[in-house]
């Protein structure tokens, strides 16, 4: 898929705790261009987590307007929400999320399953995207037979083979020691350069010097 721009209009989320209104966002307004590289940086209880939800359609604004493509995500049906997520966002979280009874060509596979491709494609893709990251020789190692480093490309091989116009990355060297971190970001900014938007959610000013463009959240409020 090509990349695609990203539009937020007004976004504001308020949870309710008891009788306590919570401004979780406050009126973000934020555009990511097409293939663009961009740090969303912020401390714990920024509203990092927020943002990241509603960048990733894992999660609605109360209030505001937000477009990927052009597309009003708000007036989306679940079912439609959905698919156009798999085919637009590929997601890397900061603890993997990998299922441990699969190994790693088949933990690739699983967004693509859903998306009802034959099975011979999923296996070409999978295995593309494992050698993309290295991992060609670990087709069939399970993620307990994997370092921390190796799983986190498990990971980046399962967001890139759909083929999504946009990567997010929710802290992805989170949990990595200083090389394997290192190794994950070269990836993201190889994918960048080939025409990726990549959206990365740190709290690591390091890492986020990586990125093209760098934002601040704090209390809400993006900066």
């Not at 933990?107 to 859903?114: G, H, I, K, Q, T």
Request: charged share 25%.
């Amino acid at each position: 898929m090509e990349p695609v721009a990203l539009d937020m209009e007004g976004i504001c989320k308020t949870y309710w705790q008891g009788d306590a209104e919570i401004h979780a966002l406050q009126n973000v307004n934020l555009h990511i261009a097409p293939g663009e590289f961009l740090a969303i940086t912020g401390q714990s209880g920024s509203g990092k987590s927020t943002l990241m939800n509603i960048l990733g359609c894992l999660d609605t604004p109360t209030d505001g307007s937000y477009r990927i493509g052009g597309r009003e995500i708000g007036e989306m049906s679940p079912r439609e929400l959905a698919a156009f997520r798999s085919r637009t966002i590929g997601f890397i979280f900061q603890n993997f999320c990998l299922v441990p009874d699969l190994d790693a060509q088949e933990n690739v596979e699983l967004p693509l399953l859903y998306q009802g491709l034959p099975r011979r494609e999923r296996r070409e893709r999978a295995r593309e995207a494992l050698e993309r990251v290295g991992l060609g020789e670990r087709l069939h190692h399970r993620p307990n037979q994997m370092s921390g480093g190796q799983q986190q490309r498990v990971a980046v091989a399962r967001a890139i083979s759909a083929r999504p116009g946009v990567i997010l990355a929710d802290e992805p060297t989170g949990n990595l020691d200083r090389l394997s971190g290192e190794a994950v970001m070269k990836i993201l900014v190889e994918l960048n350069n080939e025409g990726k938007t990549v959206i990365l959610i740190t709290h690591d000013d390091k890492i986020a010097k990586t990125s093209r463009r760098q934002v601040r959240i704090c209390d809400g409020i993006v900066s």
